[in-house]
T-cell receptor, first 112, second 112 residues
Framework: DADVTQTPRNRITKTGKRIMLECSQTKGHDRMYWYRQDPGLGLRLIYYSFDVKDINKGEISDGYSVSRQAQAKFSLSLESAIPNQTALYFCATSDFAGREQYFGPGTRLTVT | KNQVEQSPQSLIILEGKNCTLQCNYTVSPFSNLRWYKQDTGRGPVSLTI?????NTKSNGRYTATLDADTKQSSLHITASQLSDSASYIC???????????FGKGTHLIIQP
């Protein structure tokens, strides 16, 4: 089984709708991250969490919120989706040292 | 501002040939540099991680080099295979920082 899983893998939604992307990991890592990837751009950090009680904004957090329900679960929400949030979203985890990040398979989100 | 520049943006080579991808960075203070391979529609997978004191590291047919003085890294692929077709992403971590700086990647296509 995959160490980092994301659901859904693909989602099409309409402008203004609320949507949640979920991430689960079995690696036992404390640190979890949400990234966004757009064509021609590098991955950009949305939010990250170093433990259940620690949530931090990344480079592009506007329009997004997160919830760290447990060590193994980290959810990303779009409160009111807009078309320019159409992108590929990745969850990642790392251990305390943070040297290695393990990425999930990604969620392709389309906002129409 | 921390930046990672990769070249070329894209590259097409014949199966069996070698190639070298380049990465220049301005991240400071430097902690480590990573090369990831990202297959289309999948999450990035780590190939190598190098710290300041390491100037070369191999992973099978992949060999990464690091010159911390000139802030340059390269990824050399030997005897390319069709499965090497992917995007290769250079990622640099700053010491004491929580986030990573991602390059935009080099899109490599191996033709039979």
């Amino acid at each position: 089984d995959a160490d980092v899983t994301q659901t859904p893998r693909n989602r099409i939604t309409k402008t203004g709708k609320r949507i949640m992307l979920e991430c689960s990991q079995t690696k036992g890592h404390d640190r979890m991250y949400w990234y966004r990837q757009d064509p021609g751009l590098g991955l950009r950090l949305i939010y990250y969490s170093f433990d259940v009680k620690d949530i931090n904004k990344g480079e592009i957090s506007d329009g997004y919120s997160v919830s760290r329900q447990a060590q193994a679960k980290f959810s990303l929400s779009l409160e009111s989706a807009i078309p320019n949030q159409t992108a590929l979203y990745f969850c990642a985890t790392s251990d305390f040292a943070g040297r290695e990040q393990y990425f999930g398979p990604g969620t392709r989100l389309t906002v129409t | 501002k921390n930046q990672v520049e990769q070249s070329p943006q894209s590259l097409i080579i014949l199966e069996g040939k070698n190639c070298t991808l380049q990465c220049n960075y301005t991240v400071s203070p430097f902690s480590n540099l990573r090369w990831y391979k990202q297959d289309t529609g999948r999450g990035p997978v780590s190939l190598t991680i190098m710290t300041f004191s390491e100037n070369t590291k191999s992973n099978g047919r992949y060999t990464a080099t690091l010159d911390a003085d000139t802030k340059q890294s390269s990824l050399h692929i030997t005897a390319s295979q069709l499965s090497d077709s992917a995007s290769y992403i250079c990622v640099v971590s700053a010491r004491g920082a929580d986030g990573l700086t991602f390059g935009k990647g080099t899109h490599l296509i191996i033709q039979p």
